[in-house]
């Protein structure tokens, strides 16, 4: 199959259907790609959610640069997926740091079998598709779990 890019949101999730949903798949590396990594959700804030990861034999990768601009987390939650596309690619992935995060992702992806984290359930409505498209562009093919 090659290269492999797994997403998944931990919308209506706990915690031990992440981790079994990592392992299940054969995940290595969880790629939070949240902006701000906390959740008031039980488990999902980023110290939890590290040490549940480690604990469950998977690596933890916090990579805020990669996250979504406040602007960009607000048309998401009004579900205007293709306003938050259009400003998460201009804020963040059309930038030279942006390029350099997600080269960082690549390699990392590249290393162990990754998985993209973020809240939303649907990837179409996430971020963490836009990134998955740009490394399909780098030979990977992505799939999603639902958990």
Known sequence: MGKVLFTIGYEGLDPERLTGALRDAGCGLLADV????????????K??????IEEAGLAYAHLRSLGTPKAGREAARAHDATL?????????LDTADGGLALDELARMAEAAPTCLLCFERDPERCHRRVLAERLEDRGFTTVDLFG
């Open 84 to 92: 938050m596309r259009q400003i998460y690619r201009e804020a963040v």
């Open 34 to 45: 949240r902006a701000v990594a906390n959740s008031r959700k039980r488990g999902f804030s």
């Open 47 to 52: 110290g939890a959610l590290k040490a549940g």
